[in-house]
């Protein structure tokens, strides 16, 4: 069966002592959930070990926020694919729009990014999606196929397979203002069609997170969607009882 996938992106976010009172606390209710939703926690690079090692033999996986283009070399400051599986990521989060924006990162960088995280085995979360201009213009199906198409003409047909996309309207990230949860059903029903032309068994067994202004009282609404297989959530995960409560909801709706 098909896993919910609850994901927490940490951003720039947390010290050693909110990490560790967030994962003390999710360890304490973990073993009263039912194990329907795989949980993924992706803090900042710094944490990743002191993650890891609470969370190792769980259904909790660690997931890394980003990764170089290189796998190692003269790159100061970076961190390679390579690393993070030496570490224990299992996940890697990969053109989000805060990087796209901030960091330069186009699809081209993006797609080698990819190319270097499904080589290694590891799982992209790969986010997508418009921005407010591109929504009211009625182009967010164009830009999703561009999106998906860079990757699908770098990697191959297959390269959906045991892979996570995230979709995530630009203008729902961190705003309070949520998607329409059947009008994104509707968007992931798109991509999932816009995949299978290219390869059915990657779109029959892909996870399609939602991703923007997620809370715990707007995932129900978003989890009950057939086509929302679980949510990337950011503010809303920084705080343990609501990504608790959320974690709680994806198991009852399943
Ligand atoms: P948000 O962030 O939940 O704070 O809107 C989501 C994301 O950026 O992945």
Redesign the pocket.
Known sequence: MKKNIIAA?W?LNGSIKTISYFLTSLKSKISSFSKKSAIVIAPPTVFLERVYKEINNTNVYLGAQNIDMNLTGAFTGENSALMMKDVGVKYIILG???RRLFHNENNEIISKKFCLIKNLNLIPIL?IGETEIEKKSNKTENILKKQLNFILNSFGKKAFRNTVI?Y?PIW????GISADPKSVQLIHKFIKNHIKKYDTISAENLIVLY????NALNAEDFLKQPDINGL??????LKCEEFLKIIKISDNVL
Do not use: D, F, Y
């Open positions: 992106n951003k989000h729009s805060e986010c995230a995530e729902a990230i961190g705003t991703g923007g202004s997620v990337l959530i950011g503010s809303a995960s």
